[in-house]
Nanobody
Framework: QVQMQESGPGLVKPSQTLSLTCTVS??????????WSWIRQPPGKGLEWIGY???????DYSPSLKSRTSISKDTSKNQFSLQLSSVTPADTAVYYC??????????????????WGQGTQVTVSS
């Protein structure tokens, strides 16, 4: 079974760029027909899909975050990464990486993905 682990700073200052990495084990990010996603959950709110990267390197992002989001992958390390620029306190959330076969919805449910990382808290504060 695929295992996933998020890593990155837990505290980011406003206007800076949030950078997270997801390390995948038990499977390859070059696997066809799956999408590697980033999802977040702000405090007291539901899950919000941020974007995905496919095995081909193709990406798609939530329209509300597209102008600030970039997802990339490092095949040699079996990792994919998230960069979210110009963050504000509204970007404070638990950030998850996940993998699934279906096109994600803007507000997904856990069952929409086959595997999840445990999540990492990111706080945006000066």
């Amino acid at each position: 079974q695929v295992q996933m682990q998020e890593s990155g700073p837990g505290l980011v200052k406003p206007s800076q760029t949030l950078s997270l990495t997801c390390t995948v084990s038990g499977g390859s990010i070059t696997t066809t027909n799956v999408l590697w996603s980033w999802i977040r959950q702000p405090p007291g709110k539901g899950l919000e899909w941020i974007g995905y990267i496919a095995y081909s390197g193709g990406t798609d992002y939530s329209p509300s975050l597209k102008s600030r989001t970039s997802i990339s992958k490092d095949t040699s390390k079996n990792q994919f990464s998230l960069q979210l620029s110009s963050v504000t306190p509204a970007d404070t959330a638990v950030y998850y990486c996940a993998v699934g076969e279906l096109l994600p919805s803007k507000y997904p449910e856990r069952g929409d993905f086959g595997s999840w990382g445990q999540g990492t808290q990111v706080t945006v504060s000066s």
